[in-house]
């Protein structure tokens, strides 16, 4: 799979912030002078590292330029420092990653017509062959989920284009690379089958709502069919562990602020993953192996965690097996969510965190909550 398009599917990482500085974008963060204090400390200029990845990642999706500037001002500051032991191995890593983020920047840049373009000028060269598959799988799997006709249009072009090719090709090692692109499970079937798992969506747009199953409640009284009749109601399946869940945070709290009471109802549908909250770091952890987390001891990290990002609205929380309601509304990624109107009906299902999923869900919400 592209690296492009498996983001995409596993769903755009980059919301855009909307957060004030006082509520937090993620875990706690170190600073540059701490890991300038700490030059053995991998864990310290980890925290340094992921602070300011989250950042860049955010404010890709809305001011490219701007976060490339943040790219540099990181590249420049891991250059400047001066590391040992396991933080230096680290350093090396984050390097890898700065490279990788230029790579997909310089991807965002470019045009799928100028990709397609620059291939058939050099249907043998090996990193044009590279850009345009990270490129359809980007576009493609973009739309897969939310507008699967349009998707299935790109992704028709894409094998007409790569027919050309082919046939254009000289070279052994772009035939196996093309080989590779439509094999069973190259990126051509996961485009389909992404393609494939949107209009399973759609159709499940206009159907009832299936019932509220909860083990447990969170952040919140207990809530029960009864209670959503009438009302706007959105499904938040995410993890505590999932990064493009956390992304859409500020979205969650604008919405809830909103639209609370207008109407709206706001649950997050999340299981019991045996995490704890380490008091230490200020942050959830996972249990070690040898640890038994209770569900009370779980419920309470959770009431630390929604207080720690500060969400107002309630989570209802299942065991892990207990894929009742994930498996009526076809969740296979997160974070997925669902819209209901007020007449109990399925309006809306968006997978991912992304700029366009946002506008989509919050240009509904204002429409239903007039």
């Not at 498996?327 to 991912?352: A, C, T």
């Amino acid at each position: 799979m592209s690296r492009l398009f498996a983001l995409a599917l596993a769903v755009a990482w980059t919301a855009p912030a909307i957060a004030s500085d006082t509520i937090p974008l993620g875990p706690p963060v170190a600073t540059l002078k701490q890991v300038q204090q700490h030059p053995s400390d991998e864990k310290v200029f980890g925290k340094f590292l992921r602070g300011k990845i989250r950042e860049i990642g955010r404010l890709s999706d809305e001011n490219l330029d701007a976060a490339e500037q943040k790219l540099n001002e990181l590249s420049a500051a891991i250059d400047m420092v001066e590391l040992a032991d396991k933080a230096k191995d680290a350093q090396e890593k984050a390097r890898l990653t700065i490279r990788l983020y230029r790579d997909d920047f310089q991807l965002q840049r470019l045009t799928l017509a100028d990709a397609e373009k620059a291939l058939l000028e050099a249907p043998d060269d090996a990193a044009a062959f590279r850009r345009w598959s990270n490129k359809v799988g980007g576009e493609v799997g973009g739309t897969a989920y939310s507008r699967p006709d349009e998707a299935e249009n790109r992704f028709a072009a894409a094998k007409a284009f790569i027919a050309k090719v082919r046939e254009a090709a000289k070279e052994q090692a772009t035939k196996k690379n093309i080989e590779e692109l439509t094999a069973e499970d190259g990126l051509f079937s996961q485009l389909k089958s992404a393609i494939d798992k949107g209009r399973e969506y759609s159709a499940l747009v206009g159907k009832d709502a299936a019932p509220l199953v909860a083990k447990a409640w969170v952040n919140g009284t207990p809530l029960t069919d009864a209670d959503l009749k009438g009302k706007v109601v959105l499904l938040d399946f995410w993890a505590i562990w999932c990064g493009p869940c956390i992304n859409t945070f500020p979205h969650l709290r604008e919405w809830n602020a909103k639209y609370a009471d207008k109407g709206l109802v706001m649950i997050g549908m999340t299981s019991f993953y045996e995490y704890k909250w380490d008091d230490a770091e200020g942050y959830c952890a996972r249990a070690a192996k040898d640890e038994e987390i209770t569900p009370e001891q779980e419920l309470s990290m959770l009431e630390k965690f929604a207080n720690y990002y500060q969400l107002k609205h309630r989570f209802a929380v299942n065991e892990r097996d207990n894929r009742e309601l994930a498996e009526y509304y076809g969740v296979s990624g997160i974070p997925h969510v669902v819209v209901i109107d007020r007449q109990g009906k399925v309006r809306m299902i968006r997978v991912g965190s992304g700029k366009q999923n946002a506008e989509d869900i919050g240009n509904l919400l204002a429409e239903l909550l007039k």
